[in-house]
């Protein structure tokens, strides 16, 4: 019998305030009318208490474009569930925080696109800097834990040791770097988020700097780019091994981007208990432990550290899911990313257009629209 | 950044909180959990904002009466600074 998982991610809506272009929603996303109603999402909840689940986090989309978070919050805290909100913030009132707090939450996790307003702006595809920036306090005051998550790139990490001072001066207790990852929205706009191996060396040392200085007070967990890694990331810490990630409109999904894999039937928890999708279904024993893994994971030291990486990266990059992640240095497809990471490092390939005086025209990007 | 003192009285951080029973008895927090068994547990529990860590440091030596006192002074204050270096215990 599999364990049941730790951690349950609901993306409760892909409706969003916010277009960025490193969003990881997928590129088909749920309409509004394929939503799970209230009460499906409470006994999702239920259920994933029931299984073994520590961790709620409530995303999106801006999960609180639906109304009746509180009341999902409320329940969910109810089953015994810790709860994260993973948010922009736009649309968060003292009101609503305040009843959100009451209904059990604990943990808000807010996102910011830059510490430059304009740079923000840009990258959101929409004015929201200068509200978030308002929210922080609140936040802070509010008697639940708050990360600030800053999601970086080749545009902004000029400037990320004033990303990070800008961070600080929210005082959240835990800031997250990320480097975006290349999935969805971010893979249609990889090539200008990508850093250059410069940067990625300098934001090593400035991160490594800033965990120094505020330990104790604010702790840093950064996330690394993948493409730079010598071997993948332990994605989603295995398939089917450790959570389980539910779309608005109820599929069951082992990693974010899974619905991109052909050939799998993603089960939905309108038809079937949390439980059985978990242990039982096709798509989750499909790449769940080792007997799936080709050469050169399947006699590898590191097999049961990185799984042979992502699947779904694996499949957006070859066209085979059941392929070593061709981030790994090992991997028969790794010039797949060599060949990128050429492009992006030649001839001193500019870094940031942040750092001029007039940022590129819109259409620079390829922005993440409302889904229906 | 001010170690413990015996005087501190530390409580759990914000977002951090305890769950379960028994031997599934849970501290979570963002982005993580600890079940603890043992002294760790026994002084965590008294990191409720009420104690102070001289009276953590009094009760558990009363409970651990075999153990050096000595000992159980430093081992309290070592593990009090590592949960607030973890974010997970404030003073």
Redesign the interface.
Same mark, same amino acid.
């Given at each position: 019998m599999v364990a049941g998982p !730790?951690a349950l991610i609901a993306e409760i809506t892909h409706r969003c305030p916010l277009h960025c272009v490193y969003c990881s929603n997928p590129l088909q996303m749920a309409s509004v009318s394929s939503e799970l109603e209230t009460e499906e999402w409470t006994g999702v909840f239920r259920q994933a208490a029931e299984l073994g689940v !520590?961790?709620l986090h409530l995303t999106g989309g801006e999960p609180l474009a639906r109304e009746d978070l509180t009341e999902m919050v409320k329940s969910a805290h109810f089953a015994?569930l810790?709860t994260?909100l993973i948010t922009s913030g736009l649309g968060l009132t003292h009101t609503r925080l305040k009843a959100l707090v009451d209904a059990g939450l +604990?943990?808000i996790?807010l996102s910011f696109q830059d510490s430059r307003e304009t740079a923000a702006n840009w990258i959101a595809g929409t004015r929201a800097h200068a509200l978030k920036v308002e929210l922080a306090p609140m936040i802070r005051r509010a008697?639940?834990?708050?990360?600030v998550n800053m999601v970086v790139h080749r545009q902004n990490l000029d400037h990320l040791e004033e990303m990070i001072a800008f961070a600080e001066a929210l005082q959240p207790? &835990?800031l997250e770097i990320a480097h975006a990852q290349y999935y969805g929205w971010a893979l249609k706009n990889r090539d200008a988020l990508i850093p250059t191996r410069a940067q990625l060396e300098n934001s090593v040392r400035v991160v490594a700097a800033a965990q120094k200085r505020l330990?104790? &007070?604010i &702790?840093i +967990?950064a996330v690394v780019p993948d493409y730079y890694a010598r071997f993948p990331k332990a994605c989603m810490g295995g398939w089917g091994q450790r959570l389980i990630l539910i779309h608005p409109s109820g599929k069951a999904l082992p990693c974010h981007a899974a619905e991109v894999i052909p050939g799998l039937c993603f089960e939905n928890v309108r038809d079937r208990p949390l439980q059985w999708i978990w242990q039982e279904s096709d798509s989750f024993q499909k790449f769940r432990g080792e007997a799936w893994m080709p050469e050169p994971c399947r006699s590898c030291d590191r097999r049961a550290q990185d799984f042979g990486g992502c699947r779904c990266q694996a499949l957006l990059l070859t066209g085979n899911a059941a392929a070593t992640d061709p981030v790994c240095s090992l991997a028969p497809q790794h010039f797949l990313i060599e060949e990128v990471l050429a492009r992006v490092n030649a001839n001193g390939a500019g870094g940031s257009a942040v750092q001029d005086a007039a940022l590129p025209a819109e259409d620079f990007w390829a922005y993440r629209p409302q889904p229906r | 950044m001010p170690q413990p003192e015996e005087s501190s009285l530390p409580r759990l951080a914000a977002g951090c909180r305890w769950t379960g029973e028994g031997e599934q008895r849970t501290l979570l927090f963002p982005e993580g959990a600890l079940r603890l068994q043992g002294t760790g547990r026994e002084i965590l529990e008294r990191c409720d904002g009420r104690h102070t860590v001289l009276q953590i440091v009094q009760e558990l030596q009363g409970t651990f009466n075999e153990a050096d006192p000595g000992k159980i002074r430093s081992d309290i204050f070592i593990f009090i600074e590592r949960l607030r270096q973890k974010g997970v215990v404030s003073f």
């Open positions: !730790l !520590l961790h015994g810790y994260n +604990d943990h996790q008697g639940v834990a708050f990360t207790q &835990r330990e104790g &007070r &702790r +967990d | -």
